[in-house]
């Protein structure tokens, strides 16, 4: 059974001032903590609502070329869980938004599920979002995440039927993270009404609130999911702007996505 969360709570709050939210991502260490910084403070000062940081992985499945190019860097750069942590409890003290961690199951593994889920909870995050850990798999983590006041986030894809979706969303704390398409993140999405029926599914496949993401590029997008979902997520689009334009390039661009 789901349950109604603080993040859920923050949401709804919110929405109650805009008609729909921003979530972005980052990956930690890409191409530096200190860029983080800049990016994190450009992308509040744009408005962002939510954000997710990406601890970066080896093997980024779910992740397109753009994404899966800066989980290499970062690693590459010599990026380290335990460095990362640190970095989130300073960002989740210094910006006033909900911060989620976005990785892979091996990560988790790797440190020890239990000693992972507890210390980002004590630090503040607000939620888990792991692709690659399907909901059976993932009980005793979602146990563990909701005794510490802390949301898993599941995952809606179009190619899940309705009973799954079901499943998805009987089970969903926080919302639901909705892959707008099938394959990975970073390619062009038409909005059209393939995305819409999806959504249309979801919408009455849990009550929670919905975010959309996988191809969410221009204020043209983001329109289009008001009133089909309560979240946009802008990953892809803001990393290959930084790379092109910096930090500073961030903040009138996520202005610029509310329309």
């Not at 929405?15 to 260490?29: A, E, P």
């Not at 969903?172 to 599914?201: I, L, Q």
């Not at 999911?225 to 334009?245: H, P, T």
Request: glycine share 10%; aromatic share 8%.
């Amino acid at each position: 059974m789901s349950r109604k969360s603080a993040l859920e709570g923050h949401i709804k709050d919110k929405l109650q001032q805009q008609d729909i939210l921003l979530m972005s991502h980052i990956v930690l260490g890409y191409p530096s903590l200190q860029a983080n910084r800049e990016v994190i403070r450009a992308m509040v000062a744009g408005g962002v609502d939510l954000m997710e940081l990406q601890i970066p992985f080896s093997e980024p499945i779910a992740d397109g070329p753009t994404i899966a190019r800066a989980n290499q860097a970062a690693l590459d750069g010599g990026f380290k869980v335990r460095e990362g942590l640190a970095f989130i409890r300073e960002v989740v003290a210094a910006f006033n938004i909900p911060f989620l961690i976005m990785t892979y199951t091996n990560i988790l593994m790797a440190y020890g599920v239990e000693r992972f889920i507890d210390e980002v909870a004590d630090i503040g995050v607000k939620g888990l979002i792991i692709p690659d850990l399907p909901l059976e798999q993932a009980q005793a983590a979602i146990e563990q995440c909701r005794a510490k006041g802390m949301d898993w986030i599941g995952l809606m894809t179009p190619t899940s039927v309705d009973e799954r979706l079901g499943k998805i969303g009987a089970a969903a704390d926080g919302f639901v993270y909705c892959v707008a398409r099938r394959g990975v993140t970073g390619s062009k999405t038409s909005f059209d009404e393939h995305v819409g029926a999806f959504m249309h599914r979801c919408r009455q496949a849990t009550p929670v609130p919905l975010a959309v993401g996988f191809g969410v590029r221009s204020a043209e997008d983001v329109d289009y999911l008001k009133g089909k979902a309560e979240i946009a997520v802008v990953g892809s689009a803001a990393l290959d702007l930084f790379d092109q334009a910096g930090a500073a390039a961030l903040e009138p661009f996520f202005r610029g996505l509310r329309g």
